[in-house]
T-cell receptor
């Protein structure tokens, strides 16, 4: 079967660093993506890792280890506007399979 | 540049009624997708179209049909709505497999 596991909720304070982990089990693997979704909004693309290692985009970084079927999203210098749900997604069999999402709450 | 446009934004149906959700993209993307999102369930793929003229089933296709009318438009039809189809429906498009999907703003559907 295919499955992605990520924590359901994470809480952090403004200015801190938070890491959201994702483990996956899929038939075929074509990269790990991360999406952000604010309440009532649409998912928006954040990052994509096709190969092992770290990708950095501003305050956000994403990491992939294909041998461990594991990745994470790292958010630095947290801001209140980062409060949202974050979804990992794996490319498999022609499309994206999404995890159930991690709700990040940033406190002042 | 509108990106992906979905209509309607909200809809209430009675059980057994039919309706079509419309989706159009103006980014010249080849691939288009329909997802549903339920609380605690993440996004689940209903149908997708890798190119004009082709459609394939996703994880949860039962009770739905799709039409890829042309490269821009991909519609989702509920022939006989059921309360279990109450959900938020998102259309998405991309120009590369597995990468950088652009989502529409969603259709919030309630079936009573």
């Amino acid at each position: 079967g295919q499955s992605l596991e990520q924590p359901s909720e994470v809480t952090a304070v403004e200015g801190a660093i938070v890491q959201i982990n994702c483990t996956y089990q899929t038939s075929g693997f074509y990269g790990l993506s991360w999406y952000q979704q604010h309440d009532g909004g649409a998912p928006t693309f954040l990052s994509y890792n096709a190969l092992d290692g770290l990708e950095e985009t501003g305050r956000f970084s994403s990491f992939l280890s294909r041998s461990d079927s594991y990745g994470y999203l790292l958010l630095q210098e947290l801001q209140m506007k980062d409060s949202a749900s974050y979804f990992c997604a794996v490319g498999s069999q022609g499309n994206l399979i999404f995890g159930k999402g991690t709700k990040l709450s940033v406190k002042p | 540049n509108a990106g992906v446009t979905q209509t309607p934004k909200f809809q209430v149906l009675k059980t057994g009624q039919s309706m079509t959700l419309q989706c159009a993209q103006d980014m010249n993307h080849n691939s288009m997708y329909w997802y549903r999102q339920d609380p605690g369930m993440g996004l689940r793929l209903i149908y997708y179209s890798a190119s004009e003229g082709t459609t394939d089933k996703g994880e949860v296709p039962n009770g739905y049909n799709v039409s890829r009318l042309n490269k821009r438009e991909f519609s989702l039809r509920l022939e006989s709505a059921a309360p279990s189809q109450t959900s938020v429906y998102f259309c998405a498009s991309s120009d590369r497999d597995y990468y950088g999907y652009t989502f529409g703003s969603g259709t919030r559907l309630t079936v009573v």
